[in-house]
């Protein structure tokens, strides 16, 4: 079956980086756009990130762009995300998805069809 394992979470400072790494088994992802979201405690899950299939095109939030760069490598069916100049409030559960359509990105959690089980980003002040 279909299994998204995302790592890469952990304690860090503010200012620091991280990156997270999600790899797909089960089926091969190369025309399916794929994105990361994350979820505080107490909040809705929101969008962070997505790349087409190609790799080609992003998008970001205005709450990470110029911080968190998302990147692809469809050899290792594998999405990334590479955080830098972290903060506290982006502390919260990341995930990695895989839209339900060909070709096609979006923000919407419910337009992905496939999730990972999350991995815990923590900055401390």
């Known amino acids: 079956q279909v299994q998204l394992v995302e790592s890469g979470g952990g304690l860090v400072q503010a200012g620091g980086s991280l990156r997270l790494s999600c790899a797909a088994s089960?089926?091969?992802?190369?025309?399916?756009?794929m994105g990361w979201f994350r979820q505080a405690p107490g909040k809705e899950r929101e969008f962070v990130a997505a790349?087409?299939?190609?790799?080609?095109?992003?998008d970001y939030s205005d709450s990470v762009k110029g911080r968190f760069t998302i990147s692809r490598d469809n050899a290792k069916n594998s999405v990334y995300l590479q955080m830098n100049s972290l903060k506290p409030e982006d502390t919260a559960l990341y995930y990695c998805?895989?839209?339900?359509?060909?070709?096609?990105?979006?923000?919407?959690?419910?337009?992905?069809?496939?999730w990972g089980q999350g991995t815990q980003v923590t900055v401390s002040s």
């Open positions: 089960g089926r091969t992802f190369n025309t399916y756009a």
């Open positions: 998805a895989v839209h339900r359509t060909t070709y096609t990105m979006s923000k919407i959690p419910g337009r992905y069809n496939y």
């Open positions: 790349i087409s299939s190609s790799g080609g095109t992003t």
